[in-house]
Nanobody, 122 residues
Framework: QVQLVESGGGLVQAGGSLRLSCAASGSIFSINAMGWYRQAPGKQRELVARITRGSSTNYADSVKGRFTISRDNAKNTVYLQMNSLKPEDTAVYYC????????????????WGQGTQVTVSS
């Protein structure tokens, strides 16, 4: 089974920084894209950033220039460096990966982390 463990969330003041980590473990043959989503109170879950296996990246307009997504393929880990945090960044952040659990898998599966709370005070 594939497990995603997130860490790095917390409470910071506006303008501060946090670094989120998400480590995948278990039965994994290969991982393709990895990403971070967030869901704020009263709002729908939205894509924050994603990164392909070849390290191509994509960001939501609201975080461009402030957040940086990266990955360590040897560790099956994806990171989200969040700088210049704003109160509107407050949300539960979820890690997501698309992976083949074995070489015999017919489909790529989506896996989700448990979520980590990020709170930015004004």
């Amino acid at each position: 089974q594939v497990q995603l463990v997130e860490s790095g969330g917390g409470l910071v003041q506006a303008g501060g920084s946090l670094r989120l980590s998400c480590a995948a473990s278990g039965s994994i043959f290969s991982i393709n894209a990895m990403g971070w989503y967030r869901q704020a109170p009263g709002k729908q879950r939205e894509l924050v950033a994603r990164i392909t296996r070849g390290s191509s990246t994509n960001y939501a307009d609201s975080v461009k220039g402030r957040f940086t997504i990266s990955r360590d393929n040897a560790k099956n880990t994806v990171y989200l460096q969040m700088n210049s945090l704003k109160p509107e960044d407050t949300a539960v952040y979820y890690c997501n990966i698309g992976a083949l659990p074995s070489p015999f898998s017919s489909y790529e599966y989506d896996y989700w982390g448990q979520g980590t709370q990020v709170t930015v005070s004004s």
